[in-house]
């Protein structure tokens, strides 16, 4: 399944929002307001995202993966930015979910940012 980012300027700590692009497969979902990934089946996924930023002041910009509560640093995008220019960055990671869990991507950057981009989930293994 792919998602894209509904673009438009996204405040720091603001749910990046989404509408589908490309729907195959089952087990995967968007929430109902666009801000949540929905993994309803058993299994390993793989999701990855890659964004483009264009910042309106400097300094830094960044998108930040959850599942569920958790933030997931590790797979976090952040770059200096100055006010205009475009800053793209992504990330991948899997994830096993047992049961239903909840995936989303949070801006978060020193100012806010124009937000354009993608999210693909995959069901890779059913257990």
Do not use: H, N, W
Not at 84 to 94: D, K
């Amino acid at each position: 399944m792919q998602f894209l980012v509904q673009p438009g300027t996204y405040e720091s700590g603001q749910t990046l929002r989404f509408y589908p692009y490309y729907l195959v497969g089952e087990g995967i979902s968007l929430s109902g307001d666009g801000s949540v990934v929905l993994l309803t089946e058993p299994g390993l996924y793989s999701l990855s995202y890659v964004v483009q930023c264009r910042p309106e002041e400097d300094g830094t910009v960044g998108v930040l993966p959850f599942q569920g509560a958790a933030a997931l640093t590790e797979y976090e995008f952040v770059a200096p930015a100055q006010a205009g220019i475009v800053q793209s960055g992504s990330g991948t990671y899997l994830e096993f979910s047992p049961s239903t869990a909840y995936a989303r991507l949070l801006y978060q950057g020193s100012g806010p940012a124009k937000v354009t981009g993608g999210f693909a989930v995959s069901r890779i293994y059913d257990r």
